[in-house]
């Protein structure tokens, strides 16, 4: 069945960076377009960044414009996040998302605090 695991989330101080990864399998990811999504603390869950099957198209929420880059690599059916210049305001549980199966990862923590 359709799986994804995301990792990479963890307590990070203002201004810095991490990268998260989403492990897919149960379908062909090549054949998949592949979201991030995130979740606050009381806040509804908003869509942070997008990427086409082959790449070539990305997408991006104005509140990450030019802080965040989500990238693939087909050949390990892997889907990643690089978070840079972090804020508190990106504290939240970031998860992926594949809308062709309408699938969800488990999520991961990302704190962004001094």
């Known amino acids: 069945q359709v799986r994804l695991v995301e990792s990479g989330g963890g307590l990070v101080q203002p201004g810095g960076s991490l990268r998260l990864s989403c492990a897919a399998s149960?379908?062909?990811?090549?054949?998949?377009?592949m979201n991030w999504y995130r979740q606050a603390p009381g806040k509804a869950r908003e869509r942070v960044a997008g990427i086409s099957t082959a790449g070539g198209t990305t997408t991006y929420a104005d509140s990450v414009k030019g802080r965040f880059t989500i990238s693939r690599d087909n050949t390990k059916n892997t889907v990643y996040l690089q978070m840079n210049s972090l804020k508190p305001e990106d504290t939240a549980v970031y998860y992926c998302?594949?809308?062709?199966?309408?699938?969800w990862g488990q999520g991961t923590q990302v704190t962004v605090s001094s």
């Open positions: 149960g379908f062909t990811f090549s054949s998949s377009g």
């Open positions: 998302y594949t809308p062709r199966f309408d699938s």
